[in-house]
């Protein structure tokens, strides 16, 4: 089985501080990590992803994740969070030969000017 | 312009009556997949389908039908057996996992809100 969690429902910070939501996955294999966003009423857009290589991943809007296998974690970060960041975050996984994509329960990000 | 079609963006249905939710995708991908999302609960897999004329069950395929009869169609049936069907549905697609190395992320509909009346 596999299982994505996100331990946070809710982050809130000032708009230029540092933005951090987190994920911890379980699953048997090689992982593929995805972070994706969506706002009200919407489908999700991708943020990024780790497959293979370095840790540390980059991707759109100035997001980015760090990939640790020990910790089994893939945490999405913002070095200056923008009131326009404020959406709903998730994070999913899937083994690296399997189609199944799981989905984490979503955190609420909130930006405040 | 490539993408992932999902009609319509809102869906009434009476109490006792299945409804069909369609997706297309004009991105040539094998896989395709079917998602409900409730508030809290993140996005749960109904189905999923690997490749045309297959598809597997995903964490919550009770009271849910799909059919793939060709590569740019996935629909998906909320039949009467469904216990509580009003949700916000999402359909994604995305290329085999197989292929090393390529864009392996999925892409995803706007989605179909479907309420019960």
């Known amino acids: 089985a596999q299982s994505v969690a996100q331990p946070e429902d809710q982050v809130n910070v000032a708009e230029g501080n540092p933005l951090t939501v987190k994920c911890t996955y379980s699953?048997?294999?090689?992982?593929?990590l995805f972070w994706y966003v969506q706002y009200p009423n919407r489908g999700l857009q991708f943020l990024l992803k780790?497959?293979?290589?370095?840790?540390l991943v980059k991707g759109s809007y100035g997001f980015e994740a760090e990939f640790n296998k020990s910790q089994t974690s893939f945490h999405l970060k913002k070095p200056s969070a923008l009131v326009s960041d404020s959406a709903l975050y998730f994070c999913a996984v899937r083994r690296s030969n399997d189609y199944k994509l799981s989905f984490g329960a979503g955190t609420t990000v909130t930006v405040r000017a | 312009d490539g993408g992932i079609t999902q009609s319509p963006k809102y869906l009434f249905r009476k109490e006792g009556q299945n409804v069909t939710l369609s997706c297309e995708q004009n991105?040539?991908?094998?896989?395709m997949y079917w998602y409900r999302q409730d508030p809290g609960q993140g996005l749960r897999l109904i189905y999923y389908s690997q490749i045309v004329n297959d598809f597997q069950k995903g964490d919550i395929a009770e009271g849910y039908s799909v059919s793939r009869e060709k590569k740019e169609s996935f629909p998906l049936t909320v039949t009467s057996a469904q216990k509580n069907p009003t949700a916000f549905y999402l359909c994604?697609?995305?290329?085999?996992?197989?292929?090393?190395?390529?864009?392996?992320?999925?892409?995803f509909g706007q989605g179909t809100r479907l309420t019960v009346v």
């Open positions: 699953v048997s294999g090689n992982p593929y």
């Open positions: 994604a697609s995305s290329i085999p996992p197989q292929v090393p190395f390529m864009n392996t992320e999925a892409f």
């Open positions: 780790y497959i293979t290589g370095d840790n």
């Open positions: 991105l040539n991908h094998d896989a």
